[in-house]
C-alpha cells in the first residue's frame, strides 16, 4: 500500500479524492476494529466509525 503525506492526504482531502479516504479506511480498520472488539462491538461497529466521520 502507497503511503501519503500529510500534504497529499490534505489536497486530496481538499479536491475530494475519494482514494484517499479508502487509504484511512484499509490502514487503520484493523486496528479500530481491535479496540472496538475489546470493548464489546462488533466489525460493524468500527466500520461505522469511519462512516459517521
Known sequence: M???SDKEII???R???GYVVRYH???Y???IR???S???GS???AKDIFRMG
Open 2 to 4: 502507497r503511503e501519503y
Open 11 to 13: 489536497e486530496c482531502l
Open 15 to 17: 479536491d475530494r479524492q
Open 25 to 27: 479506511f484499509d490502514k
Open 29 to 31: 480498520l484493523p486496528m
Open 34 to 36: 481491535l479496540m472496538v
Open 38 to 40: 475489546q470493548l464489546g
Open 43 to 45: 466489525v460493524e461497529d
